[in-house]
């Protein structure tokens, strides 16, 4: 048995024998001096691992978890510093009515509600849309360098945010600077999790999907109490301070075999046209672009639900803060749950398609919410919606298997954030026209029930696929005839 194989990383090193395919001897040697032991301990952890649903594939998981938890709980909770941020480039003191000042056109000021929004977008831009370029990267050099490189670029992005005065400023720190640590930490940390596993996949990256569920709770909670007492600098001091937690993350990742034999000899150039191809396979491009349409939808509900309370409704500053909350909590419940039901179907879509119509049923009737009971009622049914996250991730291996389920990731990254940019912008747009997010809300919710909807085309896509093979099938001889 080779060493590689072994999943402990204290055990005392093996010596394989091995004659012909059927007769393989294991000697195990002598324990080995202490000195010696931490040595192979070390190295054991820079070596490809073969571990497919135990041993180090979960401490993959465990390592991933961490990284959704700091990178999902500080994007999520950009709505925490969106409305002082609008104060604060309306031309108004850090200390004004957040919520009076940043439409109101009678002083002076203009309103940058869109404008600000679209730094926050353009970290999450840059943190999806780069996936493929990230990807590669971390088929040519590794995960862990990769990994490590995009958590200490992402921390130095939002703790440099909080010494910005101007609108540039925070979009080349938190935009772009954070934005390309991001992309550098999503889609080879989180990404790669399904290759570690066959029979548990699903759960594997449930698991990891909640860790995103507790971050967005943990941050949004942790940032808005902050806020709402020492300001939105000192907020983004908290959340840069968490964003280290991902440094030690990185590194516990080790390679799969498959990554360095297929793709190590590749240039980066090369990997990223793989990547590409990924899209050859119709149900999977029909999926991944659908998927990209109802990201639309989310950013909306995560970038302004929390000025809609507070402005809007007149909710506290406090109370808002916790709307995030009560959506993760929800979420959290759900991605166990689905993670179970998951890896007993084998059709998993439908499932995707009821979590997507019920986030855009609760869209729809968002003129209806007027007190924070409601929102509370409505975040809650978004977390619901959210539980789509949890399997989300498992398809792309589903559609293309398991040795391009990274590249296939890297794109759903890639389109997600195209359509998903542009959700909060557009919002504050019809915010600064008509004074009311209740447009956006219901036009978004409209677009998630169709997504929901035009899923059901794969059904179709199944059917030729399986016509296509029966009809290859007759036209291949049968072997040994002419």
Known sequence: MDVLANDSICEPPRLSLQGDDSDERTIATSPAPRSYGR?????????????????????????????SFMLYGVIGSFGVIYVPLTVLYS???????????????????????????????????????????????????????????????????????????????AFLTYGIVAGVGGS??????????????????????????VGGSIGTMAMSA??????????????????????????????????????????????????????WKTQRHPRFALWVWLIGLHFFSLY?????????????????????????????????????????????LQYRLPLLQ????IGGIGNVFFPLYRTYADLVGFMILFGINMGYLAIMNVFPSDFVGVDEAV???????????IFGTFGGPAAGWIFDATG??????????????????????????????????DKEAKLTPIEGTL
């Open 39 to 67: 040595s192979n301990s070390i190295r054991s952890l820079l070596e490809p691992t073969k571990a497919i649903d135990e041993g180090w594939s979960w401490v993959i998981v465990a390592a991933s978890f961490v990284l």
């Open 91 to 169: 031309g108004q003191n850090e200390s004004s009515d957040s919520c009076a000042s940043t439409s109101d056109s009678t002083n002076g000021t203009r309103s940058v509600s869109g404008q600000t929004a679209w730094i926050g977008n353009t970290a999450t831009l840059l943190i999806f849309s780069l996936g493929p370029f990230a990807a590669a990267l971390s088929k040519r050099w590794g995960v862990r360098p990769v990994v490590l490189t995009g958590s200490i670029i992402f921390s130095t992005g939002i703790i440099l945010t909080s010494l910005t005065n101007e609108m540039w400023q």
């Open 184 to 209: 550098m930490i999503h889609s080879p940390g989180v990404g790669i999790v399904p290759t570690y596993f066959h029979k548990r996949k699903t759960l594997a990256v449930c698991i990891t999907q």
């Open 222 to 275: 942790g940032m808005g109490v902050i806020e709402s007492k020492y300001g939105w600098r000192r907020a983004c001091y908290f959340a840069g301070g968490i964003s280290c937690l991902s440094i030690p993350a990185s590194f516990l990742y080790r390679p799969r075999y498959v990554s360095e034999t297929t793709e190590g000899n590749k240039t980066v150039k090369e990997i990223v046209i793989g990547a």
């Open 300 to 344: 909306v509900v995560v970038f302004h639900i929390y000025r809609h309370s507070e402005c809007v409704l007149g909710i506290s500053k406090y109370d808002s803060s916790f709307l995030l909350t009560y959506a993760s909590a929800a979420s959290v419940v759900v991605s166990i749950a689905v993670g179970y039901v998951s890896d007993h």
């Open 354 to 357: 009821l979590f997507i119509l």
């Open 407 to 417: 590249n296939a990731f890297s794109i759903l990254s890639f389109t997600s954030s």
């Open 436 to 469: 009311s997010y209740n447009a956006a809300f219901v036009l978004s919710g409209i677009l998630s029930i169709c997504v929901s909807l035009l899923m059901s085309l794969d059904r179709c896509l199944i059917q030729v696929e399986e016509k296509r093979k």
